[in-house]
């Protein structure tokens, strides 16, 4: 059962404040995915992995001269249909929140699961994320 909104807002709101684009249907995330270029889509949570280092690292990571096209997010436990299709298009991969999948072209070009996240700093995920928008991301293409 789905939190109560009132309690989410801020970390929906903790993201929206990067420029980062909330999909709250499955249509959202089809048209989204759809489009060409990079996108870096974040997999929202209520735990404490999320709270200290996913959301922060996100907000670092853009900062960085090479970032994706887009960013967007879909909230775990509480935008269901629209994590289910997100998910969808992260084959090869469980399921797992918080997460941040780097799509190009609609593919996923990398994935930073929970493991890779829970129990390290907001910095070394950030910087995960920063190695792969100068892989995937650069300038110019």
Known sequence: ??????LIR???DELMRFGVEELMTAGDVRESFLLPGTNLVVVNSVCGCAAR???PAVGMALGHENRP???TTVFAGQDLEAVAEARHHFRGYPPSSPSMALLKDGEVVFMLPRDRIEGRSAEEVAKDLVEAFDRFCTAGE
């Open 10 to 12: 801020p970390m929906r």
């Open 1 to 6: 059962m789905p939190y109560p909104e009132v």
């Open 69 to 71: 096209d887009r960013t």
């Open 53 to 55: 280092n996913a959301r």
